[in-house]
T-cell receptor, first 114, second 108 residues
Framework: EAGVVQSPRYKIIEKKQPVAFWCNPI?????LYWYLQNLGQGPELLIR????????DSQLPKDRFSAERLKGVDSTLKIQPAELGDSAVYLC????????????FGNGTRLTVT | GQNIDQPTEMTATEGAIVQINCTYQ??????LFWYQQHAGEAPTFLSY????GLEEKGRFSSFLSRSKGYSYLLLKELQMKDSASYLC?????????FGAGTTVTVRA
């Protein structure tokens, strides 16, 4: 089966600029996650979707971050405006259901804010 | 919230055995996962434990003690390709949280 696809792979922007990341989950996976990973740290959850519904966005900095998952398939994560501290790897993952199904991760987008 | 602790780094020799410990505190425990992450790549699933005991999968085994809030990942017959970060992740109240990861370096 095709894995989780993310784009772009790398992104370099100046602070205060907007940026968007795209994710296509594994076909049939209704749960989609966006994680942020800093160097030497584990992934930190930003938002979790069950189909189109954001069921956990408690860790999403809503003043500058937004996400959407139209039609319950692809998802987009946006940052506007970006800050220097947003430099990190943004990982998308999907699973077939939440309870004990492992997450399948995409290769991530490495964001550098200058 | 959840508190997950694992060692930062471990080094072992090719062919040897390494045990990576993970301790956790959480409410509503609903399973523990181990993931492997090579530098610059995505985490990949290794194992899942929800009941006490040992789960064996080839050269990798994972153990869980729910009463002690403790798990370990055992890597046997180490190979150079096993050099990676190993992430302990706990599902508590249906929210999956990751530890900071243990970087394992395998030396010839």
């Amino acid at each position: 089966e095709a894995g989780v696809v993310q784009s772009p792979r790398y992104k370099i922007i100046e602070k205060k600029q907007p940026v968007a990341f795209w994710c296509n989950p594994i076909s049939g996976h209704n749960t989609l996650y966006w994680y942020l990973q800093n160097l030497g740290q584990g992934p930190e959850l930003l938002i979790r979707y069950e189909n189109e519904e954001a069921v956990d966005d408690s860790q999403l900095p809503k003043d500058r971050f937004s996400a959407e998952r139209l039609k319950g398939v692809d998802s987009t994560l946006k940052i506007q405006p970006a800050e220097l501290g947003d430099s990190a790897v943004y990982l998308c993952a999907s699973s077939s259901y939440i309870n004990n199904s492992p997450l399948h991760f995409g290769n991530g987008t490495r964001l550098t804010v200058t | 919230g959840q508190n997950i602790d694992q060692p930062t780094e471990m080094t072992a020799t090719e062919g040897a055995i390494v045990q990576i410990n993970c301790t956790y505190q959480t409410s509503g425990f609903n399973g523990l996962f181990w993931y492997q992450q090579h530098a610059g790549e995505a985490p990949t699933f290794l194992s899942y434990n929800v009941l006490d005991g040992l789960e064996e999968k080839g050269r990798f085994s994972s153990f869980l003690s729910r009463s002690k809030g403790y798990s370990y990942l055992l890597l046997k017959e180490l190979q150079m390709k096993d050099s990676a970060s190993y992430l302990c992740a706990v599902n508590g109240d249906y929210k999956l949280s990751f530890g900071a990861g243990t970087t394992v370096t395998v030396r010839a």
